[in-house]
Structure formats: C-alpha cells, structure tokens
C-alpha cells in the first residue's frame, strides 16, 4: 500500500514543493531558497514524497493497528474503521495546524533575528527538513486523544488510573 501511495505522489512533488515552501517565500519576499548540494533537490522529492505516502496510508495503517490490538469481531471491525478516521482526523489535523500556524510563524520569528546587512537564503534541504520535523511532531501530539483512546478500548489504561497519576 505505501508503494503506491509513494508512486502516486511522485507525480506531484513540484506542486507539493511549492505549497510547502510557500510560506518561506512569502517571509522571504522572493524565491531564495536555494540548494547547495547537485543531490539536495533529489533527496527532498524522496522526502516529500515519502512524507506524503505516509500521510495517504495513514488510514489503513491505523485502521490494521486497531485490527490486530482488539480482534476481528463485526463490532470490532466498524470500531477498528472509527478509530482509523479519528487517528487519521488527528494526524490531518495537527499537520494542518503546523503548516498554516506553526510554520510560518517559526520562520517569520526565525528571520526576525537575521541583522541588517544579512540576506537570510536557507536552503531547501534545511527548510523541508524543519518543515517536515514539525508536520511530524504537530501530528504526533495531535494524536494524544486516538491513543488514549485505543488504550482504554484494550483495557491499557482506566479513567482511574488518570485520576491517580
């Protein structure tokens, strides 16, 4: 499955470069993201495209997560499909937060340090990667509430024992 939403991708990483680095531009005021490296452009098509693929799979990847964690009952089986679409919802959700709040808030205050007489021109290797380390981190806390979830559905965790601790 992750093969395929790779290769589906890969078709669309211009477009996805563009929507990623947009708020870096706009900092910027011009295209001056460069890369340093005759590989660099390469390696972030295989990261975004990566990136992507992951978040495309994400459902079913959730979805056979609750499968193997709870069984394989009818009930189980529409609670396994729920669980799917609320983690994903999550993930979505905070890898949306970060790339329209957090992101180009990060750089505007980034930049905001560069002294007069200085040309900030980051490189496009370092601005995915602090993009992509952030989609990343956003998603996982935006995830908290689907795992507490799938832990008290498996009986890992009590609404007593989060009183206690």
Known sequence: MLKKCVATFFAFTRPIIRFVMQPVREVLRSDAVVYTTPAA?????????ALAGLVL??????????????GRSAHKRWLAMRFGF??????????????????????RLLAGFV???????????????????????????????????????????????????
Do not use: E
């Open 41 to 49: 452009a390469f390696v972030v098509y295989g990261k975004i495209v």
């Open 57 to 70: 799979a994400m459902p079913v990847i959730f979805y056979q997560l609750w499968w193997a964690a709870t």
């Open 86 to 107: 609320l983690a994903t919802g999550c993930i979505i959700g905070g890898a949306l937060f970060s790339h329209f709040v957090l992101f180009p808030w990060a750089w």
């Open 115 to 165: 002294p007069d007489g200085i040309q900030l021109a980051p490189s496009l290797s370092m601005a995915f990667s602090f993009y992509a380390k952030l989609v990343l981190n956003c998603g996982l806390v935006c995830q908290i509430p689907a795992t507490v979830f799938l832990l008290a559905r498996v009986g890992a965790v009590t609404p007593d024992f989060f009183v206690r601790n």
